[in-house]
Structure formats: C-alpha cells, structure tokens
C-alpha cells in the first residue's frame, strides 16, 4: 500500500475521540488525493513527524510544501499532532487486544490456556445445567514426555507440544468445542452437548491424528509419540461443582495410564490398543509425586539402593520428622524400574485394622479386594506371581496387624519386595533395618561460608527459605545462625523445614534464638530420646509463633483422616467465630509454613508428627466431640448427595468423590456408629455409601449396614443396602426378600416415593431370584406406577429393565429379547456403555436359549462387554464357559472358568464360583477326565442345596448335560462314590481340583 493509500486507509477509520478529528480528517483526504501529502514509516528532513511525547509514528510527507499557504500550513501541523494522538490509541487498543488474545491463548502452542478452559468450563457448565444436556471432557496426557526430553532435548520438546495441540485441534473442530492447554504436556477438549459415546469416538480420533504425527519416541516401546486420555461425559445437577467433571476425567486418565497408556478410558470404556511401555522403566507405579526437590541424602540413596537389591524386606526406621516417607518415595522412583508390575505406595497412617490395611493394599495395586477369614492368603495367592515394590508408610501403630500380613505376602512369591517406614522395626524374620541418619549440620558457627553452605541441613533451610522468600540468600550476617538453627534442631528435616519457613517474617538471627530458648527444657528431662523430644519441641515452638485463628484451625484439622479439601475444611473446622472464609485463608497461611502439607490433587493433610501433635491439642481443648460431630455430619452430607446423583451422572464420578475419601468415612461411621456416638447419622452414612464398598471390600461396609440396623432399623436404604449385599454375594434369597419387604414397609410409612420405587425394585429382584415370578411381577407394576406419578424417564428405564429381567427369568424369549434389544440401543444413544453391556449379557444367555450359540458367543465379546469392570465381566465369563463348551471350545472353557473361579474366591462370591466349577466339571467330563467332573459334580450339587438357589436356563443345561454324561459313562456304584466324595469337598478343596482340572494347580 502507497503512502497515500495508507493515509487515506488511517483517516477512513470508524469512530472519534474529539470534535475536531472528522474536521482534520476531512482536509488531510483532500489533500492526500490531490498526491500532495502521503504517510511514510520514517521520517525525513522536511516532514512533518507524527509525535506523542517520545513516541513517533511516522511521518506527513509534503510533495510540495512551498506553495502551501501559511494558514494551510499551521493546519497540516495541528492535524500532524491530532494524527499521531490517534495512532497512539490505536497502537494502544491494538496493543490491549493483543495482551488480552495472549491471556488467554498458550504462548507455546497458539490454543488456548488454562484460563480460558477455566473460565469456559463454568460458562459451559451453567448452559448445560440449563439445558439439562450432558458435558463431555477429555484429558489428555503425553506418554513419557519426561523420557522424550531425555532423549531429544527441550527444544524438540516443544515442538512435539506444538504437532500434538494442533493434532487436538484437527481432531475437535466443532463449533462450540474448546481446546486447550492443561498445563505441561496435558492438555484437554471440552465438548458442550456431547454424550459419553461421542467422547469416546472424539478421543479415538484424537489418538489417531497423534499417532499420524510419526513423531519418532525413544522413550516408549511403540517408539513414536502417543498420548493417555481420560474421558467425563455428566449432565450437570443444580449446585454442582463443574470441577467434578476434570476429576473424574483425571481419574480415567490415571485408569489410562495404570492400564497401559496409549489409550482412551472413560465410564466402562478402554480403548483396544497396543501398550505403550517406557524403554527405560517398564513399569506401572502409584508413588506420591514429591513437592519439592529431596536436598542431600545422597549417600543414603545409595545404600537404600544396594540393601534393597539383596533383600526382600527394608525398614527405614527414625524418629518422626526425619524424613523416612521422603527418602522411601525416593528410592522407590529410582527402585520402580526393577519391577514389572511397578512400585506402589501405602500411606498406614489413618488405618488401625486388618481389614482396611488389606483393602488399601489390593485397591492400590489392582488385586481383588478379600475379606473373610482366608483374605491374607487371597491376597498373597493373587500376588504370587507378581513383580512389585510395596512401600508401606508409618507402620509403628499397625505392627501388630500388619506383620503378619508382610509375612504371608513375601512367603507367597519371590517377586514381591517391601519397603517400610516406622519408628519401630516390624518384628518380622528376614527384616533388615537401616535406622536412618539425621542431616549432616556444622559443628561450629566459626566455620566459613562455603564450608557451612556445603552441610545437607544448611541447604535444606536455604531451600525452604527460599520456597516463602525468593531472595533468601546464605550470607556472611546470617550463615552461622542458620548453622545454629541446623545444629540446636539436631538436623531434623521436618524441624528445619519448620524453622525455615519463618523466614517469611523474621531473621535467621532470631529464628536461632527463639529455637534455643524453645529447646533449653531438653538438657535435663528428654535424654532417652532427645531427637524425638527435639522435634516435638520444634513442632510446639512453631504452633506457639502462629497467630490464635492459626492455633484453632490447626488442632481442629487433626480431626480428619487420610486427607481433606479446604472445602472440607471450611465445613468441618468454621464455627460462629471461625468463618469458612476466614478458614480457608487461614489453611494456605499454614500451608506456607509448613504446617500443613499438600498434594497434587489439591488436596491437604497432615504430617504424621504434626498430626498427632495437633490431635494432643484437640484433646485438651475439649473439642473432639463438637468436631467429630461436624466431620460426620459433613461426609453424610456428601454421601447423601453421592447416593441421589447416581442415577444422574456417572457412577464412576460419585465412586471416585466417595473413594477418595473413604478413610473419612471410616473415621465417621466409628464415631457415629461403633462408638454410638450419632447412631442415626451413622446409618445414614452406611445407606448412602453401599455401593462403593464394592471397590475396597463388600463384607467391610456389610458390617456397618448390620450395625447400623441393629441400632437404626428403621432406616428403608439400610435394608435396601442389605438387601443388594446379599445379593451380590448370591447368599440367602429368604433373607434378600425380607430385607427388601423391611425396606418397603418403611418406605411407605414415610410416604416417600423415590424409597418406595427403590425398594419394590429390590424387592421384586429378591422374589425373581426366588423364583416367584407373579409376585415379581406384581412389584414391578407398582413401580411402573410411581415411575408414572415422578415422570422421570430414568425411572421408566429402571422399570423397563426389571420387565426385562422378569420375562428373561420366565423363559418368555420373544418378550424378554424385544426389551432388552430396546434398552440396549437407548442406552448406546445415550453413551451409557457400561448399562448397555450388562444387558447384552442378556441378551446373550436369549441367544444361547435359543440355539445360536455362536451369536452368544461374540456377544460377550462386544467392546461395551470387554471394557466391563472384573465384577460385572465376571458375571459374563461364567456363562462363556457353558456357551463354550456347547461349542467343543472345551480347552478355552477351562480357562475362562479358571479365571472365573479365582475371582469368584477372592470376592467370596459362592455361587458364581460354583456354577463356573458346574461349567469346569462338564468340560472335563467331555474330555475324558469324567472321574474329576464326577467328584465336581458331587460337590456342586452339595452346595446348591445349601445356597438354595434355582438354575437358570443356561446352569441347566450344562447340569443336565452333566449329568447325562456321567451317567452313560460311569458305572452306577462308581459314579454314586465319586459323587460321595465330592459332596464331602470343603470349598478350598474344590476349587483346587477344579483348577487341577483346569491344567493350573
């Protein structure tokens, strides 16, 4: 553009900021043209400068400024300036404009940033609150981006960033859609009015156009770059929190990567891909991710490391606060890669039980959870044949319960190791014990100050100096009061981190002399063990310099157990004087002086010597019992709140907010129950939190349900929840029935109509599963009705579903195929894979009724079937094993029935267990081994007495075709004494002949 055009583009511009802008305007267009005055970039002698204070924007340039008159003359010099004030505002609006696309756009990549996802997150969730539509999310994560730097160097770092966030965009580019950058190499896609399946096939193709990078990956077997991603598809509730829907796309992450990476996993979904392993650490581990860096400790690292490659048992033990848990998460990064199943990690702290230290060890490390008498010998069995690091953290209070856990488990099977802290040793044959050395401190203040900056303690305090004020530096004032603080504090890590973090408020000089002061006591009276005394003493002088609000909130925290949100916080900790406000700032204040840790998921908790300081203080203050009360009035709140939104979002999403506090619960439901402190709120937590027992241990929350009943019957979701237990362990039909009735007398005297749909439900499953099909029936008509009377389609579903069932357990094929193909094909609309694959499991057992058994066959293996959790899949394998074996797949029966019946004894579920050794033992009897199905045979046939449970269609069949087998193939007396000795079968006797069978045992 010529210097004319140019000028007559700017003086063409919309909108005034003064009267005489449109005059000045109006005469430099007439004069530029007739060509007499143009703009110019730069400008020369003779021109006339486009200046604001020291600021120029070009220039006029005068063709021929000689016949200009003088007045024309003045007037092109005050249209100069008005012109250069207006390129000024719009250098400056543009400038704005900029700033503002860069707040919210990622300067590496050009997508958008955390801000803009934030704000959009909220923005969006609202419009789908509104609109009642469903709000989908993928996080997605790069695979061992940590290795590719390695590798590669940073720079190709951020140009795989780069080719992945612009992969994301090609891959989501719907209008509405956002894509962003998370932070590091995570990175997401919000996807407004999007339901799980369209999630799904959005994450796929995002997997696709990664993979079509071919951007070259050392670092991962599949050597080129690919990327885990996590899938959130809920239709917002009213006063829910949109920031539900990043966790449980975090917690599908997480599943992603703990499966294999390379994948997309949401609720009941997992992409069927090839595993991406890292070259260098093939392996899967759970290890807290450390806040800030470990300072020293090298040499001990070492010797960890050297032990740790000889022995099967190490045991850090130290006083508290000298840094045990922060040294084992260490070497168990550096130890992980030895292990192919990875290294795990176990926080004891808030457990007090077998029971639950079993539970926490098999939910971390993805074994079944076992209970029952024989459940430390499940466990052990189930990990025999694993490769894997344990790191079980503060054991001292649990040494009784835990040692003969470690025990059993190490003598199960050789690839175990453990790596415990303690204050005590566990007492256990073959442990090694390596008592962990305080910090090196310098022995006098004397020293110069590159010899005291050289000591572990003194870098330490720099470091956490620096972590509250930036420009702490060690210098020749301050040096050798830090070296005192270090050596009065005995080179206790957790003291140091402690006393340095006054820095925020005070010098080096007093911190030393108020540590000196605060320590004085010690000489006489704590020589036994004058470190431990030492940090107590620093944790009591550090309470002693927080201001009162300080004090109160750090005491009342101690009530919580396993962890807490500062929402948590608010609730639990505020009072009339204390506000939730005022208690959340007061949280970070503390968390800033290292009161109060922090972890990665936002989340806070204690350090154990901290913790059971602030518990002493709770106990003095008299205030255990107001606060137990608010802790247990909060979580039942938030368990009522899981319960009700289970049928409006993902089950995942309630499983995982329960899940991850599910210590407090345990902590609510001994105060409220076992203690008898709040008997009603108790039941009430155990009626809303049934279901998530299912993840850390059926028979756990079994024991609280029957409690609470014993003093709350009167509770319906009690009985309900009784009711399903039973179920889900196929015991006692009589007792599922009379809890259910229980449960629908109480309903109905309170008139409440979603506890009297719940309970007919339970109650008509109770009576199908008797075999009383009329009286089911009958149930499920007057649920029909209140589903009529709420007018909830959701409610119409559940009923339509339970007709299904009916006409299923009828044997009515035509009826029961017509709902369930419905159903099935409503519930892939909606993105509801996982209900969709537990009704094609029926769907399967019509096929199968019906004589096409191949058809049953590949519906157990549709992609919703396959991404079904062990439970569910479980229920699907044991009538695999008869379609299978109507097949002549009797090689492939055996060993599906061999998965079924390991599973079914770690979960203590009887009779799938003994249909799978039914199936097993018709297997074996078409094989030939006809004398081991015989002895089978006698067992189960034994135990169905005792269960009391009618077959269905397809146990029939392989019973019936057992039976003919044996009878045509063995003599009368020898089958009659085979079936003796089978009968006098003890369950664990069975189930390792039915294994022998199965060519495993």
Same mark, same amino acid.
């Given at each position: 553009m010529d210097g004319f055009a140019r000028l007559l583009e700017i003086l063409g511009r919309p909108g005034s900021f003064s009267d005489l802008w449109p005059l000045c305007a109006a005469a430099l267009a007439r004069i530029a043209a007739a060509q007499s005055v143009e703009f110019v970039a730069e400008a020369s002698d003779g021109d006339l400068p486009l200046r604001v204070g020291n600021a120029t924007y070009g220039a006029l340039r005068l063709h021929d400024p000689g016949e200009l008159a003088p007045d024309v003359r003045s007037m092109l010099d005050a249209c100069a300036l008005l012109l250069a004030t207006r390129l000024e505002r719009d250098a400056a609006e543009a400038e704005r404009a900029r700033l503002a696309e860069l707040a919210f756009s990622d300067g590496l990549t050009g997508i958008s940033n955390r801000r803009a996802f934030d704000e959009t997150?909220?923005?969006?969730?609202?419009?789908?609150?509104?609109?009642?539509?469903?709000?989908s999310l993928l996080l997605l994560d790069v695979d061992f981006f940590k290795l590719f730097n390695d590798a590669y160097g940073h720079q190709r770092g951020d140009e795989c960033l780069q080719a992945v966030a612009q992969a994301l965009r090609r891959a989501v580019s719907r209008t509405g859609d956002l894509v962003a950058r998370y932070g590091g190499e995570e990175f997401v896609a919000l996807l407004p009015n999007t339901p799980a399946g369209g999630a799904a096939e959005l994450a796929e193709r995002v997997r696709a156009e990664i993979a079509a990078l071919r951007l070259d990956h050392a670092g991962s077997s599949?050597?080129?770059?690919?990327?885990?991603?996590?899938?959130?598809?809920?239709?917002?509730?009213?006063?829910?929190?949109?920031?539900?829907l990043v966790a449980v796309a975090d917690h599908e992450l997480y599943r992603a990567?703990?499966? $294999?990476?390379?994948?997309?996993? $949401?609720?009941?979904?997992? @992409?069927?891909?090839?595993?991406?392993?890292?070259?260098?650490? $093939?392996?899967?581990?759970?290890?807290?991710?450390?806040?800030?860096?470990?300072?020293? +400790?090298? +040499?001990?690292?070492?010797?960890?490391?050297?032990?740790?490659? +000889?022995?099967?048992?190490?045991? #850090?033990?130290?006083?508290? %606060?000298?840094?045990?848990?922060?040294l084992a998460t260490e070497?168990?990064?550096?130890?992980?890669?030895?292990? =192919?199943?990875?290294?795990?990690?176990?926080?004891?702290?808030?457990?007090?039980?077998?029971?639950?230290?079993? @539970?926490?060890?098999?939910?971390?490390?993805?074994?079944?959870?076992?209970?029952?008498?024989?459940?430390?010998?499940?466990?052990?069995?189930?990990?025999?044949? +694993? @490769?894997?690091?344990?790191?079980?953290?503060?054991?001292?209070?649990?040494?009784?319960?835990?040692?003969?856990?470690?025990?059993? #488990?190490?003598?199960?099977?050789?690839?175990?190791?453990?790596?415990?802290?303690?204050?005590?040793?566990?007492?256990?044959?073959?442990?090694?014990?390596?008592?962990?050395?305080?910090l090196g401190v310098p022995p006098s203040d004397a020293l110069a100050l590159a010899e005291i900056a050289n000591y572990d303690a003194v870098r330490l305090f720099v470091d956490r100096a620096r972590a509250v004020r930036g420009a702490f530096a060690l210098d020749e004032q301050n040096a050798p009061h830090v070296a005192s603080i270090c050596r009065t504090l005995d080179g206790l890590p957790l003291a140091i981190e402690l006393a340095a973090a006054r820095v925020a408020v005070t010098t080096p000089q007093e911190i030393a002399e108020h540590v000196r002061r605060s320590l004085l006591p010690l000489g006489d009276g704590y020589r036994s063990e004058p470190r431990q005394r030492t940090m107590e003493a620093t944790i009591?002088?550090?309470?002693? #310099?927080?201001?009162?609000?300080?004090?109160?909130?750090?005491?009342?925290?101690?009530?919580?157990? %396993?962890?807490?949100?500062?929402?948590? =916080?608010?609730?639990?900790? @505020?009072?009339?004087?204390?506000?939730?406000?005022?208690v959340y700032d007061v949280l970070v204040r503390l968390a800033r002086k290292s009161m109060v840790a922090t972890t990665n998921d936002g989340r806070y908790h204690l350090l154990e010597p901290i913790r059971q300081f602030a518990r002493a203080k709770l106990d003095a203050a008299s205030e255990v019992a107001p606060l137990a009360a608010r802790h247990a009035a909060y979580f039942a709140q938030l368990a009522l709140r899981a319960r009700r939104s289970e049928r409006e979002s993902a089950r995942t999403a309630w499983m995982f907010r329960v899940?991850?506090?599910?210590?407090?619960?345990? =902590?609510?439901?001994?105060?409220? #129950?076992?203690? $008898?402190?709040?008997?009603?709120?108790?039941?009430?937590?155990?009626?809303?939190?049934?279901?998530?027992?299912?993840?850390?241990?059926?028979?756990?929350?079994?024991?609280?349900?029957?409690?609470?009943?014993?003093?709350?019957?009167?509770?319906?979701y009690l009985w309900i929840a009784r009711s399903w237990m039973l179920d889900y362990f196929g015991e006692r039909p009589r007792e599922q029935l009379d809890a259910a009735q229980r449960a629908l007398e109480l309903a109905e005297d309170s008139g409440e109509r979603t506890s009297r749909f719940d309970a007919l439900l339970r109650r008509a499953q109770a009576f199908a599963n008797l075999r009383e099909h009329d009286a089911a029936l009958r149930d499920f008509e007057r649920a029909d009705a209140i589903a009529a009377e709420i007018g909830d389609e959701r409610y119409d579903a559940h009923v339509s579903r339970a007709r299904a069932r009916a006409a299923l357990m009828r044997e009515d094929w035509d009826e029961a195929q017509r709902r369930y193909t419905d159903l099935v094909l409503r519930y892939r609309a909606e993105g509801s894979d996982h209900q969709a694959a537990v009704l094609l499991r029926s769907l399967a057992e019509i096929e199968f009724a019906r004589g096409n058994v191949d058809a049953a066959i590949a519906a157990t293996y549709e992609p919703e079937c396959l991404a079904l959790d062990v439970s569910q899949r479980m229920v699907m394998d044991t009538n695999l094993t008869c379609y299978l074996v109507a097949a002549g797949r009797y090689a492939q029966a055996r060993e599906v029935a061999r998965v079924v019946i390991a599973q079914t004894w770690e979960r203590e579920l009887r009779v %799938?267990?003994?249909?799978?050794?039914q199936h097993m033992a018709l297997a074996a009897a078409l094989s030939g081994e006809r004398e081991r199905a015989a002895r089978l045979y006698g067992f189960v046939a034994r135990a169905v007495r005792e269960l009391g449970f009618e077959r269905e269609y397809t146990e029939r069949y392989t019973w019936e075709r057992l039976s003919t087998s044996l009878e045509e193939s063995l003599e009368p007396a020898t089958l009659a004494r085979l079936i003796a000795a089978g009968a006098a079968l003890a369950d664990e006797e069975a189930v390792g002949l039915a294994l022998r069978t199965a060519g495993v045992a």
């Amino acid at each position: 553009m010529d210097g004319f055009a140019r000028l007559l583009e700017i003086l063409g511009r919309p909108g005034s900021f003064s009267d005489l802008w449109p005059l000045c305007a109006a005469a430099l267009a007439r004069i530029a043209a007739a060509q007499s005055v143009e703009f110019v970039a730069e400008a020369s002698d003779g021109d006339l400068p486009l200046r604001v204070g020291n600021a120029t924007y070009g220039a006029l340039r005068l063709h021929d400024p000689g016949e200009l008159a003088p007045d024309v003359r003045s007037m092109l010099d005050a249209c100069a300036l008005l012109l250069a004030t207006r390129l000024e505002r719009d250098a400056a609006e543009a400038e704005r404009a900029r700033l503002a696309e860069l707040a919210f756009s990622d300067g590496l990549t050009g997508i958008s940033n955390r801000r803009a996802f934030d704000e959009t997150l909220a923005r969006e969730w609202a419009n789908a609150e509104r609109a009642g539509t469903q709000l989908s999310l993928l996080l997605l994560d790069v695979d061992f981006f940590k290795l590719f730097n390695d590798a590669y160097g940073h720079q190709r770092g951020d140009e795989c960033l780069q080719a992945v966030a612009q992969a994301l965009r090609r891959a989501v580019s719907r209008t509405g859609d956002l894509v962003a950058r998370y932070g590091g190499e995570e990175f997401v896609a919000l996807l407004p009015n999007t339901p799980a399946g369209g999630a799904a096939e959005l994450a796929e193709r995002v997997r696709a156009e990664i993979a079509a990078l071919r951007l070259d990956h050392a670092g991962s077997s599949l050597r080129r770059v690919s990327a885990s991603i996590g899938i959130a598809s809920m239709r917002p509730e009213r006063g829910s929190d949109p920031e539900s829907l990043v966790a449980v796309a975090d917690h599908e992450l997480y599943r992603a990567k703990l499966n $294999g990476r390379n994948r997309a996993c $949401g609720e009941h979904y997992e @992409s069927q891909a090839e595993r991406a392993l890292p070259v260098r650490k $093939g392996t899967r581990n759970h290890l807290p991710l450390p806040l800030a860096p470990l300072v020293g +400790r090298g +040499r001990e690292i070492d010797e960890l490391l050297d032990i740790a490659a +000889r022995e099967r048992l190490l045991t #850090l033990v130290g006083v508290g %606060g000298s840094g045990k848990t922060r040294l084992a998460t260490e070497a168990a990064e550096h130890l992980a890669e030895r292990f =192919a199943d990875g290294a795990h990690f176990v926080d004891l702290a808030a457990l007090h039980e077998r029971e639950t230290i079993l @539970s926490s060890i098999a939910t971390l490390v993805g074994a079944s959870v076992p209970s029952g008498d024989d459940a430390v010998r499940a466990l052990a069995d189930e990990l025999a044949e +694993r @490769s894997l690091l344990l790191v079980l953290d503060n054991c001292e209070h649990v040494l009784e319960a835990l040692a003969p856990i470690v025990t059993t #488990l190490l003598r199960a099977g050789r690839g175990l190791r453990v790596l415990a802290t303690s204050r005590e040793p566990l007492g256990i044959p073959g442990e090694v014990l390596y008592e962990l050395p305080l910090l090196g401190v310098p022995p006098s203040d004397a020293l110069a100050l590159a010899e005291i900056a050289n000591y572990d303690a003194v870098r330490l305090f720099v470091d956490r100096a620096r972590a509250v004020r930036g420009a702490f530096a060690l210098d020749e004032q301050n040096a050798p009061h830090v070296a005192s603080i270090c050596r009065t504090l005995d080179g206790l890590p957790l003291a140091i981190e402690l006393a340095a973090a006054r820095v925020a408020v005070t010098t080096p000089q007093e911190i030393a002399e108020h540590v000196r002061r605060s320590l004085l006591p010690l000489g006489d009276g704590y020589r036994s063990e004058p470190r431990q005394r030492t940090m107590e003493a620093t944790i009591a002088w550090s309470f002693a #310099l927080l201001t009162g609000a300080e004090q109160v909130l750090l005491r009342r925290l101690a009530i919580f157990a %396993g962890g807490f949100t500062s929402e948590a =916080a608010a609730s639990v900790c @505020s009072d009339a004087t204390h506000v939730p406000d005022e208690v959340y700032d007061v949280l970070v204040r503390l968390a800033r002086k290292s009161m109060v840790a922090t972890t990665n998921d936002g989340r806070y908790h204690l350090l154990e010597p901290i913790r059971q300081f602030a518990r002493a203080k709770l106990d003095a203050a008299s205030e255990v019992a107001p606060l137990a009360a608010r802790h247990a009035a909060y979580f039942a709140q938030l368990a009522l709140r899981a319960r009700r939104s289970e049928r409006e979002s993902a089950r995942t999403a309630w499983m995982f907010r329960v899940g991850t506090d599910i210590d407090n619960y345990r =902590a609510a439901l001994a105060w409220a #129950l076992v203690e $008898g402190n709040e008997p009603a709120l108790g039941a009430a937590i155990a009626a809303d939190i049934a279901s998530v027992w299912e993840s850390f241990g059926v028979r756990e929350g079994m024991r609280y349900v029957e409690l609470a009943i014993a003093r709350v019957p009167e509770h319906p979701y009690l009985w309900i929840a009784r009711s399903w237990m039973l179920d889900y362990f196929g015991e006692r039909p009589r007792e599922q029935l009379d809890a259910a009735q229980r449960a629908l007398e109480l309903a109905e005297d309170s008139g409440e109509r979603t506890s009297r749909f719940d309970a007919l439900l339970r109650r008509a499953q109770a009576f199908a599963n008797l075999r009383e099909h009329d009286a089911a029936l009958r149930d499920f008509e007057r649920a029909d009705a209140i589903a009529a009377e709420i007018g909830d389609e959701r409610y119409d579903a559940h009923v339509s579903r339970a007709r299904a069932r009916a006409a299923l357990m009828r044997e009515d094929w035509d009826e029961a195929q017509r709902r369930y193909t419905d159903l099935v094909l409503r519930y892939r609309a909606e993105g509801s894979d996982h209900q969709a694959a537990v009704l094609l499991r029926s769907l399967a057992e019509i096929e199968f009724a019906r004589g096409n058994v191949d058809a049953a066959i590949a519906a157990t293996y549709e992609p919703e079937c396959l991404a079904l959790d062990v439970s569910q899949r479980m229920v699907m394998d044991t009538n695999l094993t008869c379609y299978l074996v109507a097949a002549g797949r009797y090689a492939q029966a055996r060993e599906v029935a061999r998965v079924v019946i390991a599973q079914t004894w770690e979960r203590e579920l009887r009779v %799938g267990r003994v249909l799978a050794i039914q199936h097993m033992a018709l297997a074996a009897a078409l094989s030939g081994e006809r004398e081991r199905a015989a002895r089978l045979y006698g067992f189960v046939a034994r135990a169905v007495r005792e269960l009391g449970f009618e077959r269905e269609y397809t146990e029939r069949y392989t019973w019936e075709r057992l039976s003919t087998s044996l009878e045509e193939s063995l003599e009368p007396a020898t089958l009659a004494r085979l079936i003796a000795a089978g009968a006098a079968l003890a369950d664990e006797e069975a189930v390792g002949l039915a294994l022998r069978t199965a060519g495993v045992a």
